[in-house]
């Protein structure tokens, strides 16, 4: 009885420490990145290009050409270079995101602790006891599980790099493909410094590679354990 009664009242208080622990673990981002890259391209000059349109939408102006600043940062610490004003680049980098909430389930255990009826009885001496309801001496029963709905935000960066001299003329062919994923409960704006850093983490990587790439929350330093 103890312990059922307890499983069913522990419960609540293990799924909030479990959430509680999310916000305060590390920013957990789930790459993956594919790549046929030119070993002459080190050192090659990019210029960012505009991303196909797509079914989420596209971020405004501004907040796109601050996404795109944060992957030209980490690009030249690879060793790229941003095209002088006239020069035709190399590299064309190409970034788009996606930015929504979806729905997540999970299942808490259901426990009843109905009323039982217990007969009228005499002991040995011959004393009467009438019935009564009470609690099941053997405690709640446990019936089952019951889904329970709860909101996470899902934010997704897609970056590209297509080189001109790889393909065909006018007709540039991607060398490098990364897809960064975070899901929780922080906005696209405010993880997408860490999802490009995640995306070029490793540059250009393993092929069809998928990993996760962790940081801690309260520096933004990238944890290699």
Same mark, same amino acid.
């Given at each position: ?56 939408? +596209? ?16 690009l ?11 020069? /035709? ?13 979806? /729905? ?17 009885r ?12 009470a ?10 599980? &019951? ?5 996470? /935000?899902?934010s ?17 062919? +991607? ?39 962790r940081?801690? &929350? ?8």
């Open positions: 009885m103890n312990s059922l009664l307890a499983r069913a009242r522990l419960f609540p208080v293990l799924l909030s420490a479990v959430l509680l622990s999310a916000c305060a673990g590390p920013l957990v981002t789930q790459v993956t990145s594919f790549n046929q890259w030119p070993t002459e391209a080190a050192g090659s000059s990019f210029s960012f290009i505009k991303p196909p349109p797509n079914r989420w939408g +596209a971020p405004q102006e501004l907040e796109q050409a601050t996404y795109e600043r944060y992957a030209q940062l980490e030249e610490k690879l060793g790229l270079r941003p095209a002088a004003a006239g020069e /035709q680049a190399r590299l064309l980098a190409e970034l788009s995101t996606v930015s929504q909430t979806q /729905q997540r389930t999970y299942l808490q255990p259901v426990y009843e602790d109905p009323l039982v009826f217990y007969p009228p005499r002991n040995a001496a011959g004393q009467y006891f009438p019935g009564f309801w609690p099941s001496r053997f405690g709640p029963t446990y019936v089952g599980d &019951r889904v329970v709905p709860y909101t996470v /935000q899902f997704q960066l897609n970056l590209r790099l297509l080189d001109t001299r790889s393909g065909p003329p006018g007709q540039p062919r +991607a060398v490098f493909e990364s897809r960064a994923v975070y899901e929780g409960s922080a906005s696209l704006p405010a993880v997408m410094p860490y999802l490009v850093r995640a995306a070029l983490d490793g540059f250009p990587g393993q092929n069809g590679q998928v990993r996760q790439v940081f801690d &929350r309260e520096t933004g330093a990238l944890i290699r354990k």
